[in-house]
């Protein structure tokens, strides 16, 4: 590839997404080094293996992070709890065994690099956008969980890809819909950002994702596009592999410098591997290429570092040429089990009467389609006559961050937490925290709430 012409080699630094159960033509023929699948492309896992079959030799990526991320089970709930899940349970044996059986599911479907773990440390309990994606708030804690999900993704073939360098906890805003600046300083980034990313690279990720979050004390520029970031992951760190970018539609680039001057900047900043995912089409992906090809000719590019960007892309490629299906379900029933944090007594009076207070969802994870059943109770919106606060289980999903549902909880009845566990309801008769809102976690409570 690195041979050939410069049109081929900007194209292999391209990994766009597209609409439909069918990989399009273009996608197909197009020489690109990878694409990224999405919900939007997933029905079931016979109709995933059919879209996969024709872009063997190709990275094709996916966020499937386990809990409230998931792509492969959208619409019914991730079999695997979230990253904090497994951080409450703290057993790094666990972890790798669930991000085995993670990895294990991608490969029988075809796909061969997981856009995970998210190594990102939470600071700020308001960050909406990390949340139960982060294995805690301890560093140290993070770092083994990140160490051990990239050997389980990798011991069965299928390339990590640890997120979003040097650190989104850092920071409030979300960079789906502004650029986030952070005024941390060096030496806290330091010891609390960087640890987590240290450890991915120490246990052989292939992929580091950047995040499009400007980090005052390193750079004026947003890491994806900062040649210091992006070369302190490689001096510093030691990482050697592909560095992806996020997607470069967010508004994060394209809202500030664009998306064909982002992609641009990208590759001259050090990035490998340009993430064109959720909402582009053929038009803008084939202006990006148009783009790189004529910043090369124009100078503004060094050719030599799109052809090293598409060179570590084909690396990265056939170390993820043979990924092996591996089915282990019970992995995830028995972490999200293990992960449930219960206070008072959760005994119920009769048959349960679930009524969840649902928040809008993040960019990130999108909309749940799945839930303990019952009544949906959004913002606005009344409570149903409760004849019997003894069977009533409330849940809640980052209840410190909506005080609507805070207000809206009685007196008297059982409340589930799904989110970040900050909020303790102070006249509840049991509370519980689940660490997640994947299906796995919301069964392991609905066990623990079944009637004996």
């Known amino acids: 590839m690195t041979e050939g012409g410069l049109e081929p080699a900007a194209a292999a630094c391209l990994f766009p997404g597209f609409d439909g159960l069918v990989a399009p033509d273009w996608v197909r023929d197009g020489g690109y080094g990878g694409v990224v699948l999405f919900t939007r492309n997933i029905r079931d896992s016979e109709q995933l293996a059919e879209l996969t079959a024709p872009l063997r030799g190709m990275l094709v990526a996916v966020d499937e992070e386990g809990g409230d991320v998931t792509r492969l089970e959208a619409a019914r709930g991730s079999s695997f709890p979230g990253n904090l899940a497994l951080g409450a349970v703290d057993d790094v044996a666990l972890t790798r065994r669930v991000a085995a059986a993670i990895g294990g599911e991608l490969a029988a479907a075809g796909i061969n690099l997981d856009l995970a773990p998210v ?3 939470i600071v700020d ?10 294995f805690g708030s301890d560093p140290a804690l993070v770092s083994r969980h990140v160490a051990a999900f990239v050997d389980g993704l990798q011991s069965v073939g299928v390339a990590a890809c640890a997120k979003h360098f040097p650190g989104h906890g850092e920071s409030v805003a979300d960079s789906h819909l502004e650029l986030p600046s952070v005024l941390t300083d060096r030496e806290t980034l330091y010891a609390r950002a960087l640890p987590p990313f240290a450890a991915a690279v120490e246990s052989g990720t292939r992929a580091v994702m950047t995040a499009h979050v400007r980090f005052a004390a390193l750079d004026d520029e947003p890491a994806t596009l900062s040649s210091k970031v992006i070369g302190l992951l490689r001096s510093e760190l030691g990482f050697s592999g592909l560095v992806l970018t996020d997607a470069l539609e967010m508004r994060a680039i394209s809202a500030t410098v664009g998306l064909d001057e982002g992609a641009v900047r990208a590759l001259a900043a050090g990035a490998d591997a340009l993430c064109l995912g959720a909402d582009l089409m053929r038009e803008e992906v084939d202006g990006v290429h148009r783009a790189v090809v004529a910043a090369v000719q124009d100078g503004r590019l060094p050719e030599d570092r799109v052809r090293e960007a598409a060179a570590r892309v084909a690396e990265t490629a056939a170390w993820a040429s043979s990924p092996r299906p591996h089915r282990d379900r019970e992995a995830g029933a ?11 007594d959760p005994t119920l009076t ?30 606005g919106e009344a409570l149903p006559p409760i004849d019997d606060p003894g069977r009533v289980v409330f849940v809640v999903r980052d209840a410190h961050r909506h005080a609507w549902q805070r207000e809206l909880v009685p007196a008297d009845t059982i409340v589930v937490e799904t989110g970040l566990p900050e909020w303790r309801p102070p006249d509840s008769r049991a509370w519980i925290a689940t660490y997640g809102a994947g299906r796995a976690n919301l069964e392991a409570a609905a066990e623990l709430l079944r009637p004996r």
């Open 119 to 121: 190594a990102d440390v």
């Open 350 to 379: 009769g048959e349960p009467l679930f009524i969840e207070l649902r928040p809008k969802g993040t960019i990130a994870a999108g909309e749940a389609q799945h839930g303990l059943g019952g009544i949906q109770v959004r913002e």
């Open 334 to 344: 028995e972490a999200a089990r293990r992960a449930l944090r219960v206070e008072g």
């Open 125 to 134: 309990p308001a960050n909406a956008i990390v949340g139960v994606r982060s």
